[in-house]
């Protein structure tokens, strides 16, 4: 066990933990929300200090970040546990599974290892995903500290219910984060994921006054957050207090894990939650889970900026600048160019 970072000691051996918007206070001998952060005689330690559950090569839309050095590659890793108990999980299997075996399965990877591989596979970043990040954040930290010393950049696939000490520690190596904004009530945060909404809402906003590119998904749950007003609210909350160049990812849902008896998004259901975030002002809409358009347009004269084909990238025409070649309006991302019209 390494001891974690981010905890206050209180009476009686119990400590604080200050990681996550949940801010749980642990007895001696117990552990936290997510069960991978464990009080040990008044100390806490985190169990899952450099435990990898899984490593693959990604390409980055499968993160998914689409305006974030488009046709490269990251190298993805996870630790088992989260600290949400979202009932449709996808990856159930690895974030569920300390809370539901009491089991922390992987193998122990250095971070210098992990900064190898990924430079060995022309990786272009390193991506804390699959899982939520935050609750293996010493290991996302050490990691994203030499990544960037090897010229990599760090992205975070997370749910957002980090809180600001987390950010603000991690936000010096983070470059680009997919934040899942599972819906716009509290009252859904609460009675299926366990948690609240405004936590999300703040790591979003720091996140983007700290120049962290970030990306939105919502993944729409028929009953459930599939209201046209609370897909509105989104959209507004998205192009108002983040900015309209935000891309918004919208997922189509299926039956998983613990909630089996809601059927799958009507398709849709998912093309009406684009129509309202294009009138709420957003630039980029991309549809997850369906069959759809994966490329992007230039949002002022429509052209065909990249041309994907499911998560690869065929062509690129943005400039080097970063500009769409066509009318020159400046495209919103980080080096978007990409091959830079060549055919990948």
């Not at 985190?46 to 046709?71: C, N, Q, S, W, Y």
């Not at 159930?92 to 009491?102: K, L, N, V, Y």
Request: with cysteine; charged share 25%; hydrophobic share 35%.
């Amino acid at each position: 066990m390494t001891e974690a970072m981010l905890f206050e000691k209180r009476e009686n051996n119990a400590v604080q933990c200050n990681l996550c918007a949940h801010r749980c206070v642990i007895a001696d001998g117990a552990r936290g929300i997510c069960r991978v952060r464990e009080n040990a005689g008044g100390t806490l330690f985190t169990l899952v200090g450099k435990k990898t559950i899984a490593r693959h090569v990604d390409p980055i839309e499968k993160k998914p970040l689409m305006h974030f050095l488009p046709g490269s590659r990251s190298y993805s890793i996870a630790a088992p546990g989260c600290n949400f108990q979202c009932g449709w999980c996808q990856n159930w299997e690895i974030s569920q599974m300390p809370r539901d075996t009491g089991r922390i399965a992987g193998e122990d990877v250095e971070p210098e290892t992990i900064v190898k591989d990924a430079l060995r596979t022309g990786s272009s970043s390193i991506a804390y995903t699959y899982t939520e990040p935050t609750v293996f954040f010493e290991y996302a930290l050490n990691t994203s500290r030499l990544a960037h010393a090897a010229g990599l950049k760090n992205v975070f696939i997370t749910n957002g219910y980090m809180t600001a000490e987390a950010l603000e520690m991690i936000a010096p190596y983070l470059d680009a984060a997919n934040v899942d904004l599972k819906s716009f009530r509290d009252a859904v945060y609460r009675n299926y994921i366990g948690a609240r909404l405004q936590p999300v809402l703040d790591t979003l906003k720091n996140m983007r006054k700290r120049d962290i590119w970030i990306e939105v998904t919502t993944l729409i749950v028929p009953g459930i957050n599939d209201d046209p007003a609370e897909l509105d609210d989104i959209a507004r909350f998205i192009a108002g207090e983040l900015e309209p160049g935000v891309p918004w990812h919208i997922s189509r849902y299926f039956p998983n894990y613990r909630i089996n008896d809601i059927p799958p998004t009507p398709e849709e259901t998912i093309r009406k939650a684009g129509e309202i975030g294009k009138s709420a002002g957003l630039k980029y809409i991309y549809i997850g889970n369906m069959r759809s358009d994966s490329n992007t347009h230039c949002s002022q004269c429509g052209h065909l900026l990249i041309r994907r084909s499911g998560y690869g990238v065929l062509r690129n025409d943005v400039t080097r600048a970063g500009n769409c070649p066509e009318c020159g309006l400046h495209v919103d991302g980080v080096e978007m160019s990409g091959t830079s019209g060549e055919e990948s």
